[in-house]
DNA sequence: CTGAAAGCGCTAACAC
DNA sequence: GTGTTAGCGCTTTCAG
């Protein structure tokens, strides 16, 4: 590999006059910057991004703390805050927390050690201590967390009162919710809408919430249980996972989705497509979320101004077989 | 942020002094030692990982370069990789290429200027020249690509027989096969093991031959006209999300799974799990092979030698709904 | 056992 | 316009 001195040397030129034609910065004799600019190609010369990082420090990388990549509701977000970071000429490392408190102080730990630039973070909890400790800039993407980080989250307390309200008005009364894991704050947030809309419809039942911790199978063992002890004519669930689990259940028991129970999940993930009948959902605008939180991140590293601190960004309605209409009696 | 110079000052001792406890070599004195800790304490002292691979050059990071993580394929591939990795204290740093030769060029590139200790990559080709470029330890995993580098894939070729013969056995003649795009290699080798399958059993016919681009909606456009033009009682999808695709087609038309028209995917994702009826499959060991790549690369980085340098995992038939003899006509 | 000094490759004053 | 120099924070000879 050569340096910045071989191409010195080459083009007969100090190397601050190769470090001004690389960096554009002061004025170099236009003949001189031809002969360094032959010297470079020659040379395939390209500058020591660490040794650069030593001195600007800045690294030119961002770490994307996430709590598990295999949950298919991350890939979307990674992928966005990828592909924007991408543009910017931002490098991406990734760490799965696995929701653990502890293994995202960790991360946090390693990232500021290599100079990251800023780390964008999908977390629950961050004790307060350590926050005064971070001097890096921080994005707080999907998980409402009270702090004066920047943060990018999607109406989670709405989209609970959408699809409960959408179960309603296609006629279901008794709507179950399988909610999610009690430590994630918006599965908090989905059961919240839940329950308020269900109080206002006068419809509220607290033998109606289901626990299904996010996952499928716990979801499906759960709706089987309750199926038989209630009577339930419409199930909202924390995430799509858990309406496919719902969806399981409902099935194996001989009754017929929508008629006899519809189902909503939440996120709108593409797996919602797949099923049979396909799942009516909450789509939450995941590419757009990491987008967004990608491109707050690059203007807080660059000291520019944000416009606005909290995005909250709207969910949509998705209907499909699983609560249509005209398909219950 | 405490550099090295400030704890030695605070312990009272040289920087060579504690660089020495730092990192176990050579020797110092106890009580030296203990003063130094001390100060690292009080201090709270973090050795600056950038200054530190500018010296060493080890970053202590690799790159892992995929086509696209939000391709559901990957997520559990990139995890094995990060959960690997972050045992021996790498930091992994997530590159999607889009199956573009360019952007992967780019991608090493960019990464080789941060001193990267290896890459694991994911692709088909990878032009000559380029190769011997290349003086970071690679890992190919994924996609055989005849090379030099140590690669781990799945058997494609076998795993495609096997889903063949699967559908063979439990009655179905008529067999048709949804292929993946041409420029990626595995799917070129599974369609090779279907072919010769056919042809081995004396079943084999082009027509029953039909593109899928690996896309669930291309794959259900095209199932639906085969299904018009051709008797096919058996379909092997070159993908998971092609055989989600076929099962729709054949349910839009009122046919029977597995009764009128068995149906297998390739690759094992949970989605197989989650349609109705569930998805038979040919299962890779995606994680392991994640795992296995990492390992290696971590051998190569430290200088060690491998035991072996193409990994060939088995594959596994999985048995589900969509292929139940008992439930065939 | 310990300190001084050079240098990893680059950039940014500061002179000229 | 351009070169000289110091230094980012660390590690490693080389002396002592």
Redesign the pocket.
Known sequence: ????????KLA?????????V??Q?????????KRVRQAIKKLN????????T????TSKTIGLIVPDISNPFFPELVRAVEDVMNIYDYTVILCNSDEKNEKEKEYMEVLKQKYVDGIILTTNQLELDEVSEINVPVVVLDRPLNHSFPSVIADNYGGARLATRHLYEIGCRRIAHIQGPSHVVNAVERFNGYRDEMKELGLWDERLVILGNYQLKQAKEAVLQALKEYDIDGIFAGNDAMAVGALKAVQQLGLRVPEDVAIIGYDGIPLTEMTTPELSTISQPIYEMGAIAARILVKKIEGKPLEQIHYVLPVELIERQSTRKGERK
Chains 1, 2 share one sequence.
Do not use: C, Q
């Open positions: 590999m050569a340096t910045i001195r071989d191409v010195a007969g030129v100090s190397v601050a006059t190769v470090s001004r690389l960096n910065n002061g004025y170099v004799n236009e003949e001189t910057e010369y390209k500058p020591n991004e660490v040794a650069r030593l001195f600007k420090k």
